[in-house]
């Protein structure tokens, strides 16, 4: 169990670096293990290519938290394009606290770095998809400003749809 005043570091991973990519496919593993990411954990092939697939996207950012040295959070981010902004954007793909970590206010911690580097990136804003009853997950968003994405209030909610290929 990790103690209550434990330090939390929020830093943007090298995937070049050993310590930091074995922490993303562990995190991602548990992410993937959970009913919320579904419940099956990582195929081997994503264990085993993850990495190497994130380095090729130069849009790609990965942030870590650490909580006394042990991998705490993950935040993998997505650069997109606003056609109506005509500006970038960074799209929360995945984000997750490993539960040992949970309600310490790590993934606050996470959004606000992801925030920051959004700024930098000269975002328009920030997106990411939640499940309709991960409640938890959209409490924590609320805190940080998302929201529900609509154009006009006459339209309704944007909806997130996929099609598998």
Not at 42 to 71: G, M, W
Not at 130 to 142: D, F, G, P, S
């Amino acid at each position: 169990m990790i103690p209550e005043r434990s330090s939390i570091e929020i830093i943007e991973a090298d995937l070049a670096v050993a310590t930091h990519a074995d922490a993303i496919i562990a995190l991602m593993d548990e992410y993937a293990r959970d009913p919320m990411g579904g419940g099956g954990g990582l195929s081997d092939y994503a264990k085993t290519n993850l990495i190497s697939e994130l380095a090729k996207r130069k849009t790609a950012r990965v942030i870590l938290a650490f909580v006394e040295n042990r991998p705490a959070g993950l935040v993998i981010c997505l650069e997109g394009f606003s056609t109506f902004a005509c500006q970038p954007l960074l799209n929360i793909h995945d984000a997750i606290v490993s539960l040992p970590c949970r309600g310490r206010g790590v993934s606050k911690l996470m959004l606000q770095f992801t925030e920051k580097i959004a700024i930098e990136l000269g975002c328009c804003k920030l997106t990411l998809e939640v499940l309709e009853h991960n409640y938890i997950a959209q409490k924590a968003y609320r805190s940080v400003g998302f929201d529900g994405y609509e154009l006009n209030p006459e339209m309704g909610k944007a909806l997130f749809w996929e099609k598998k290929l």
